[in-house]
């Protein structure tokens, strides 16, 4: 058997050297092509590094396939080997890069082997809440301007059955608005729990409420498995330590800022893409855009990214006329096949019209409750 990771990144590099130290012979490091993150490629010191496309001798019935990539970036590269008809495929779990691993045996505890006979959804995020208590400016979400309100345990329940019967879900974000303002905030992670018995299931907050929660909402959080990531933004920031504590009494797995690695710094920018015109590329907005990864749920139905479900509000806020197609989303209930849907949904969609190829960039402020500056601003571009 051949065995290759895919990634090039810190992390990948780090799997291939763990490999060889346990005396895995590791044949290469792969890519996709076309792929375009802006991140530094590291070469190993060890192997080569090969676009998959090059190696079409390649057989995948003699390969295992090792992908050592963020949850969020990893689609475009399971879709690509299923295509080619790979099937020991296995994801390193990226917590492992915050322990010490002295085997071989020790590693393996962080191999999830992927089922390539059912559609593999690898990320997926979803509004708990729509609102939020720290209300930033120009939002992503538009938690700034939306009215109170989340999602119901029913409207929960019937969505992540349905979603579990078209699609095996690798990494589910809750989040919002807050999270932690959902009043029925211990039954939700049970249910999610009980319907996605293998999904890592990550809370995304900005860690204002977790040292008011009650204690059986923190055993909750322990129990059912769920990891907490931290948004670091500079009032999270004042409270960290007081948090983390909280977090590591109850045992509950957190990460800051998206990342297994980051150091405790807050976040200081945003930045958006989105104006008010349709005459934009679609295809290079798209595939410059890192919200093109963050597939996101919404009453039965799943988008390229957050903007397409939830829209709705900047059209009722602002009078803007933002027009959302058909194919701008897929249908759960409607889905017959898995694979395709995804693929579907990793393309450019008529929204990303409405995007521009370059980023605006502004600096952080909470505390801007139904403030419109921002949209307005951007939306003149
Ligand atoms: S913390 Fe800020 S960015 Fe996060 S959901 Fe709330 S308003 Fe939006
Ligand atoms: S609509 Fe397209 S370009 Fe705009 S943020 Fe979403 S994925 Fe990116």
Known sequence: M??????????????????????????GMLKLKEFYMPIFIEPNKYVNTYCVEDLKKLDPNLTNIIIAQKPIIMGDTISYLKNRGFKNVFIVDEEMQRVNIHTLKEFNCYLYPVNMEKPF?????????????????????????????????????????????????????????????HPNIIELVKIARKILKNTKIIIVTNGLLINK?????????????????????KPTLNILDNIISKLEYFGINYILNDDYMASKKSIESFSTRLTASQNNNAFESSRKCLGRFCRFLRDGKISK???PLLIDVLNRK??????????????????TDGWLAIEQLSKPIPFCNYCSEDEFEFNWEGYHKNDLDVYQYILKK
């Open 2 to 27: 051949y065995n290759f990771v895919f990634g090039v990144g810190f992390f990948a590099n780090q799997v291939v050297d763990k490999l060889m130290e346990f005396g895995v012979r590791v044949d």
């Open 121 to 181: 959804l690898n990320y997926l995020e979803m509004n708990i809440v729509d609102n939020c208590n720290l209300n930033c400016k120009g939002c992503a979400h538009f938690s700034n301007i939306f009215d109170n309100g989340y999602v119901s345990l029913d409207s929960f329940t019937r969505d992540l059955i349905m979603l579990s019967s078209k699609f095996e879900l690798y990494y589910f974000r809750l989040l919002g608005g807050e999270p932690l303002l």
């Open 213 to 233: 929660l009650n204690n059986d909402v923190l055993k909750a959080f322990a129990e059912n498995n769920i990891t907490i990531c931290i948004s670091v933004y």
């Open 305 to 307: 990214c957050y903007y």
């Open 318 to 335: 602002m009078g803007t006329n933002f027009v959302l197609s058909a194919e701008d989303y897929v249908e759960i209930k409607n889905i």
